[in-house]
């Protein structure tokens, strides 16, 4: 066998063929006016789009199998604009593809590298210039336009600082105090224990102070979910079962993964779920976690109630409510 | 003859010339425009996604803008009065209520929306699939490096990007959402807290973050995208498009149509049919319908919680992560968050932006290339890229737990820990078949090449013997599936003072491992054949 490995060679490009429209006026006709009818066409898409505009009702609702309750409106007008925009673009193609020139054309690559001469040249001149400044000899204008251009960029960061409140305790606290009424939400009426029933839950906020409103920083970490099960379905040590008042216990209703509201309560399991992450927190132990991503339980609200039935808040919940943050300094609840 | 002008003679021509020498006085343009008219752009259904890339945010930028005359960006507290009933008289801000007014008392403006977010959706996908087939044919290499760099930037501010766009409604959706971007700034060590009521100017929600968000998302982040896309098609102009290998097709040319009037039309005409697709969609394809999630309050959620797709993989990632926490010196790390949503996406976002450099490095090629890779060819690579498509999708599955175990009755414990151990084991696995498929695939071209091609034409021999009888293909066939680089032909066989110590060693393994192939066929063994058949 000869060393020579004789390769496939490039036979070039291939030879052009003609089109029907290059070689038949007819065809050509034809061409012209397909195109001419797209473009036609787009003119009514915009027509239609005015009409669709002016004298479409804007109120008027059609159920539409799979798209399902539709604003006639609205869709009238993106119909219209789908017309008038995608005809333009299957007008200009089939323009092209059918009627102008289309010879394949060579264009040669230019080189990028510049000729060794000029890169010399410009790695001199730039030795040069930067020899001219001086900085090599002087270290004192180096190391002070270091320091001084080191420091500049700090100025917008420090002027950002009033962004916003630093953080201090904030994150540890929340607005349940022993004594606390629990207020149903939305409703905002306080609850005795015999409003709930077995196998029910309800969402509660803390009373706030006459005149205070509440917004959604309050609700962000007071949030509270009360259920109720029966007594014996608990398993909890004694400390927390003094906790809970006649089978009714309260989570904290903001997830500790990432602060989504803990919603799903699964009555049959006794297990609450996250939407968000599907942690998952068995309810008879504490919200202790059985499944997913976040790390604690749901911290537990102690409950009671008052002189007057109504359920309070025996003290403030005993670990900090949501998402871990580098502060936070308990490890368990 | 005499006079050199020559003066045009048709009206559209007078025109042009008219145009064409007022710009040319004051500019000097003529030479630079009659040259670049000229300029040579080659063929490929693939050289659109770019395009669509530009397209759908020049789509972005119309229909957003039109969104800001109506859109509030305040989080103050409004009562809700307008024609979608079932809201009225609910206390909300006053960015969602302008949301619901855009969405049902502006003609025209639930359209808008729509195709907002649609079009935002395609920006995404195309980005994706562009780089995509950007890394499969190897145009990232050299000179094309920092084309690669922006493309990973424009591809991390549109995450950015589209995440802060569907948080600006303040639905409960996007509540949740932003609620989660707090949880993930919160858990960054030492600073977290401290980063997390500057964004918020103070505690979670605050009344400032949908300003803010509402000003780099239609102001900040705009800007740097103009910047950067114009960059990138500088750069591909004036670095010439790559082109596939194929007869008449060298490192050394273009070959293709020119820019006017062919490559105009045709590019013109796409932008057209890009805006005429969303448009289509934001008509008959309802998404993001915010009126039925309600007003945001961190107290409430609805079920079947989803980020859009893009950031569906982190959400999955978040979803999987074990519930891994330390407790330390009277400080909490958050292994369960910073893991999946910060660590995780960092090195991920880390290595494909330094990929050129790496496999630049373990090749040892710095040669330049304007002629494209058929993927088959570098097995090494394509089997990472589809290893890389493997880890996004499960990951993405996961981010869709909830939804898959409905729809599908499975249960999401048993979807979360398939995704958990898939995580690891798919991706080295598809990462095996891909080169192995890639290393089959040359080795049928070898085949079509010598023996042609099978024409389904069985014919009986005298003897008895069935056999199927092959045609040859052509020389251009031929070429194409012959013409790339053999690794004997490599210029730079790695020098063997560069491969002393570990790094020299893993970089001499990863280098054959990288060159592994399968050798094209050549004339010779053809002609061999040839002489020994009949």
């Known amino acids: 066998m000869s060393t020579q490995i004789e390769r496939f060679e490039d036979p070039g490009l291939p030879e052009h063929l003609h089109r029907k429209a290059d070689t038949d006026p007819k065809a050509a006709k034809r061409a012209e006016q397909q195109v001419a009818i797209l473009f036609l066409l787009s003119a009514v898409g915009t027509v239609g789009t005015i009409a669709s505009y002016i004298w479409v009702h804007p109120q008027v609702y059609l159920y539409i199998p799979i798209l399902g309750s539709t604003n006639v409106q609205q869709a009238c007008i993106g119909l219209g604009l789908t017309l008038a925009t995608l005809t333009i673009g299957l007008g200009a193609i089939q323009w092209a593809k059918k009627l102008m020139p289309d010879v394949e054309q060579v264009q040669e690559r230019h080189e990028f590298r510049s000729s060794d001469k000029d890169r010399d040249d410009l790695t001199k001149t730039v030795e040069n210039r930067v020899e001219e400044t001086g900085i090599a000899r002087r270290p004192l204008i180096k190391r002070t336009l270091g320091l001084a251009l080191g420091l500049v960029g700090l100025s917008p960061l420090v002027l950002l600082r009033d962004l916003g409140p630093m953080p201090g305790k904030y994150l540890d606290t929340t607005d349940w105090t022993a004594g606390t009424r629990l207020m149903l939400d939305p409703a905002n009426t306080p609850i005795r224990p015999e409003d709930l029933e077995v196998g029910a839950v309800a969402q509660v906020l803390p009373e706030l102070p006459a005149g205070t409103e509440r917004t959604l920083e309050n609700i962000g970490k007071d949030a509270v979910l009360l259920i109720r099960l029966r007594p014996e379905d608990f398993n909890l040590d004694p400390e927390r079962l003094s906790w809970t008042y006649n089978g009714i216990i309260a989570f904290s209703k903001i997830c500790t993964h990432m602060g989504c509201a803990v919603a799903l309560y699964e009555q049959q399991t006794h297990h609450l779920l996250c939407p968000c992450h599907q942690s998952t927190f068995d309810v008879t132990r504490a919200a202790k976690v059985i499944f997913g991503p976040a790390a604690r339980p749901l911290p537990q609200l102690a409950i009671t109630v008052d002189a007057n039935g109504y359920l309070v808040a025996k003290q403030p919940f005993t670990v900090p409510i949501g998402p871990s943050f580098w502060e936070r300094n308990s490890k368990n609840g | ?534």
């Open chain 2, 1 to 534: 003859m005499a006079d050199k002008k020559t003066s045009p003679t048709t009206r559209t021509g007078k025109l042009a010339a008219g145009a064409a020498n007022y710009a040319d006085d004051r500019l000097g343009s003529a030479g630079y425009l009659k040259k670049n008219l000229n300029k040579i752009f080659p063929d490929h259904w693939s050289f659109m996604l770019g395009e669509v890339c530009l397209y759908s945010f020049v789509i972005l930028l119309l229909s957003g803008t039109f969104l800001t005359f109506w859109f509030d960006p305040s989080q103050r507290d409004v009562v809700y009065q307008g024609a979608y009933t079932p809201l009225s008289g609910v206390s909300m801000s006053a960015a969602y209520a302008s949301t619901l007014h855009l969405s049902f008392d502006v003609r025209g403006g639930l359209l808008m929306r729509q195709i907002h977010h649609w079009a935002a959706l395609i920006f995404m996908v195309a980005i994706v699939v562009h780089l995509f087939r950007v890394f499969f044919t190897g145009a990232f290499r050299k000179p094309r490096e920092t084309n690669w760099l922006i493309g990973i930037g424009l591809l991390t501010f549109g995450i950015i990007e589209g995440f802060l766009g569907y948080s600006l409604p303040d639905d409960l959706l996007s509540g949740t959402g932003i609620r989660i971007a707090e949880a993930i700034l919160q858990a960054i060590p030492v600073v977290g807290s401290y980063l997390a009521f500057f964004a918020f100017g103070g505690p979670f929600p605050g009344t400032s973050f949908i300003p803010r968000v509402y000003m780099v998302h239609i102001l900040l982040l705009p800007a740097l995208f103009l910047a950067l896309i114009t960059v990138h098609l500088m750069m591909v102009w004036y670095q010439k498009h790559t082109q596939f290998p194929g007869p008449g097709r060298k490192e050394s040319n273009v070959v293709g149509y020119p820019l006017m009037p062919v490559y105009m039309a045709k590019a013109g005409g796409f932008f057209f049919i890009v805006f005429g697709v969303t448009a289509f969609l934001g008509a008959v394809a309802s998404i993001n319908p915010i009126w039925l999630y309600g007003p945001y309050t961190p107290g409430q959620i609805s079920a079947g919680s989803q980020p859009d797709w893009y950031m569906g993989w982190l959400d999955g990632l978040v979803r999987m992560a074990p519930p891994l926490e330390t407790h330390w010196l009277g400080h909490t790390i958050s292994w369960n968050i910073l893991l999946p949503s910060l660590v995780l996406p960092g090195l991920i976002f880390v290595g494909m932006t330094f990929y050129p450099f790496i496999e630049a490095w373990i090749s040892g090629d710095h040669r330049e290339h304007h002629l494209l890779d058929r993927p088959r060819n570098v097995p090494n690579r394509t089997a990472l890229g589809a290893m890389s498509i493997a880890f996004m999708v499960i990951a993405l599955a996961n981010g869709g737990n909830d939804i898959i175990a409905t729809h599908f009755h499975l249960t999401i414990n048993g979807i979360m820990w398939f995704t958990r151990i898939g995580l690891f084991t798919v991706p080295p696995i598809v990462f095996i078949i891909t080169k192995r498929v890639c290393l089959s695939l040359q080795r049928a071209d070898r085949d079509l090449v010598l023996h042609g091609r099978e024409t389904g034409r069985l014919v009986m021999l005298p003897s008895g013997e069935m056999i199927e009888v092959h045609e040859p293909i052509s020389d251009a066939r031929k070429w194409t599936l012959t013409q790339h680089q053999q690794p004997e032909a490599l210029p730079a066989p790695l020098p063997e003072e560069a491969l002393v110590g570990w790094k020299g060693k893993l970089r001499k393994r990863m280098n054959e491992a990288h060159n592994v192939q399968v050798p094209a066929a050549t004339l010779s063994e053809l002609k061999e054949l040839g002489d020994s058949h009949h």
